[in-house]
């Protein structure tokens, strides 16, 4: 299965939940999800209507909105799992530190892009160096000690300038150091479970997989 191109906005009704995946849009335009409060599709109303799901449902909602934020198909999500569950710790914890140390994930976490679907687009392209060298996958793990910047010629690139100017733009993690003017960033230490500010019931995920 291939990365999903379809609206995202369907994406983030499907969960019930804005979920970010436009960026900056997201908060200036009006939401979707705000507008038509129940899933997409002609059963999308009926099923709003459920008054309660199952355990699995929910686990398994909480599964696809994890892969959704990350942008990751299932095969790859499945195989951060099983990695997850080798390393020492919570599972959950570490599943979700996995996801965050992808080098696309640091470049949004810097501020270098508006949404993760744009750090990966400048990962792709070639813009983005990890410790002086060119690196165009985005699933790469970025370490403690690493350095991330933009090439020279990328530095003022048009939505570079616009991610970096936002005002609704997040701050920057704890974990990461940021040289906005060199555009320049450093992993400080793998972030722990409480450093990552997202919204989401990480042991429903392990229960899923466990069954």
């Known amino acids: 299965m291939g990365r999903y191109t379809g609206p995202v906005c369907k994406l983030c009704r499907r969960e019930g939940q804005k979920l970010f995946l436009k960026g900056t849009k997201c908060y200036t335009e009006k939401c979707p999800v705000e507008r038509r409060a129940y899933p997409p599709g002609q059963h999308g109303v009926a099923q709003a209507r459920r ?15 994890v892969k959704r934020i990350y942008g990751v198909n299932e095969r790859y999500f499945r195989n951060v799992f099983r990695s997850a569950t080798q390393t020492t ?16 994930n640091v470049i949004y976490r810097l501020g270098f892009a508006g949404s993760r679907a744009q750090s990966r687009q400048l ?27 933009l090439k020279d010629g990328s530095r003022d690139l048009v939505p570079v300038q616009a991610a970096l100017e936002s005002k609704t733009r997040p701050d920057t993690v704890s974990w990461l150091a940021l040289d906005e003017g060199t555009r320049t960033g450093r992993m400080l230490e793998r972030p722990t479970r409480d450093e990552i500010p997202l919204a989401v019931q990480e042991q429903l995920i392990v229960e899923l997989y466990s069954k």
């Open 89 to 104: 710790g919570l599972t959950g914890a570490n599943l979700l530190i996995g996801l965050e140390s992808r080098l696309d």
């Open 123 to 149: 990962v792709r392209h070639r813009h983005v160096e990890v410790n002086g060298r060119a690196v165009d996958i985005p699933s790469y793990q970025v370490q403690p000690g690493d350095e991330v910047r």
């Open 51 to 65: 008054r309660k799901m199952s355990d699995y449902a929910l686990q398994l909602r909480e599964k696809q909105k």
